[in-house]
């Protein structure tokens, strides 16, 4: 069983970061980012950069330490191509964004990377501090694998409001669903901390309800979508009756 337990420790390395892929290409062609909620980047990068020195405190799998610096890698890629391909609407570009200090609806990619090199700044002090506390390692393990857990949840909301799967890709969803599957399993059966198993179940649980929202909504085009397909078109015609 030695050569199924390397497969496995590969696939949860390698496999999770991979699952984006899909998601970066279909922005790229369609040179538009609506559908896709770039608070999953947000979710992603601060939980793996906290994983991270939850691993020094703790030093679960290797496997699991590789994926989080892959997903890292993944996700500022993807976060560059989202913030590239905005849509239109979106709160920063039309200067409405409601949160406080516009968390993570900034205008340009520079911003983002200056707010997770202080993130890492700040982790790195408090464990420095607090890194022989073993009280303190086990609150950094359920902050980190309790973010992500969380992860589906921008999703869910985006999916909601827009009653459309539109822009999500459905490999992107199979990823989740299949992979939060398997990782819960690998979690119990490789005995990893308790902070893994208990949010890796509740994760699972999310990825179900966006499956349930795939078969109520499906994936036509939202309205917004729509109506400024139909403004790019009256300017068309506007051009070519002008010529």
Same mark, same amino acid.
């Given at each position: 069983?030695?050569?199924?337990?390397?497969?496995?420790s590969?696939?949860?390395?390698?496999?999770?970061?991979l699952?984006?892929?899909?998601?970066a290409?279909?922005i790229?062609?369609k040179?538009?980012?609506?559908?896709?909620?770039r608070?999953?980047c947000a979710?992603?990068?601060?939980?793996?950069?906290t994983r991270?020195?939850?691993?020094?405190?703790?030093?679960?799998?290797i496997p699991l330490l590789?994926?989080?610096?892959?997903m890292?890698l993944?996700?500022?890629?993807?976060?560059?191509i989202?913030i590239?391909?905005?849509?239109?609407l979106?709160?920063?570009?039309l200067?409405?964004s409601?949160?406080?200090?516009s968390f993570? *609806?900034? @205008?340009? +990619?520079?911003?983002?990377?200056e707010? !997770?090199? =202080?993130?890492i700044?700040?982790? /790195?002090?408090?464990?420095?501090?607090?890194?022989r506390n073993e009280?303190?390692?086990?609150?950094?393990g359920?902050?980190?694998?309790g973010?992500?857990s969380?992860?589906?949840?921008?999703?869910?909301i985006?999916?909601?409001r *827009?009653? @459309?799967? +539109?822009?999500?890709?459905l490999?992107? !969803?199979? =990823?989740w669903?299949?992979?939060? /599957?398997?990782?819960?399993?690998?979690?119990?059966?490789?005995?990893?901390?308790?902070?893994f198993?208990?949010?890796?179940?509740?994760?699972?649980?999310?990825?179900?309800?966006?499956?349930?929202?795939?078969?109520?909504?499906g994936?036509?085009?939202p309205?917004?979508?729509?109506?400024?397909?139909?403004d790019?078109?009256?300017?068309?015609l /506007?051009l070519?009756?002008e010529d």
């Open positions: 069983m030695s050569w199924l337990s390397t497969v496995a590969i696939g949860m390395a390698v496999g999770p970061p699952v984006y892929a899909d998601q290409i279909s790229i062609r040179r538009d980012a609506t559908g896709f909620s608070d999953v979710i992603l990068l601060l939980a793996n950069i991270c020195f939850f691993w020094l405190g703790n030093h679960f799998e590789v994926q989080s610096f892959l890292i993944a996700q500022l890629a993807l976060l560059y989202c590239h391909f905005r849509p239109k979106s709160p920063e570009a200067g409405s409601t949160r406080p200090f993570w *609806q900034w @205008s340009t +990619y520079t911003q983002y990377i707010f !997770l090199c =202080g993130f700044l700040c982790q /790195a002090i408090l464990f420095l501090i607090l890194g009280f303190f390692i086990d609150i950094l359920f902050v980190a694998l973010l992500e969380t992860l589906p949840i921008p999703q869910l985006s999916n909601y *827009q009653r @459309s799967l +539109y822009g999500f890709r490999s992107t !969803l199979l =990823g669903f299949g992979g939060d /599957a398997f990782k819960t399993v690998y979690f119990f059966l490789q005995e990893s901390p308790l902070q198993k208990v949010c890796a179940i509740f994760q699972l649980s999310i990825d179900v309800g966006i499956v349930i929202q795939r078969l109520i909504y994936n036509a085009p309205m917004s979508v729509l109506i400024d397909e139909e790019e078109l009256e300017q068309a /506007a070519a009756e």
